[in-house]
């Protein structure tokens, strides 16, 4: 139960970080100061400390899973959830190809996590 608690923690602050980035990452070209141009900062500073506290959360699932089985998993929900995300907060599109591939993917989680 914890582990899996883990996962979801590391899943969850890594798409979240990646999104926030992705959102944030405009400013950098910008170099607009201003009550509008912070929010972009902000967004990317939440999503940098976003993505050490994943790395954190790693270094715990590294600390009590075999890396055979932590990284397919924890890579695999990232890419799932990511994909995800972008489409619903992006709006980026996902073809038929990329679903299925995103299906495949959660298929292999499956079958990593159950050999544990």
């Known amino acids: 139960m914890i582990k899996s608690l ?11 970080g990646l999104i926030l980035l992705k959102i944030g990452s405009p400013a950098l070209g ?5 009550p509008v141009g912070w929010v972009p900062l902000l967004q990317l500073g939440a999503g940098a ?3 050490i506290g994943a ?21 695999g929900l990232t890419l799932v959830f990511l994909s995800i995300a972008s489409t ?3 709006n ?3 073809g038929a190809a990329r679903l299925l591939g995103i299906a495949l993917i959660f298929v292999g ?7 544990s």
């Open 6 to 16: 883990l996962f979801i923690a590391y899943t969850a602050t890594s798409v979240v």
């Open 49 to 51: 400390l976003l993505y």
């Open 30 to 34: 910008r170099g607009r100061v201003g």
């Open 92 to 94: 980026e599109a996902i």
């Open 88 to 90: 619903l907060v992006l």
């Open 109 to 115: 989680i499956t079958l990593v996590a159950q050999a």
């Open 55 to 75: 790395f954190a959360i790693w270094l715990v699932i590294l600390s009590r899973t075999e890396l055979s089985i932590a990284y397919p998993v924890a890579v």
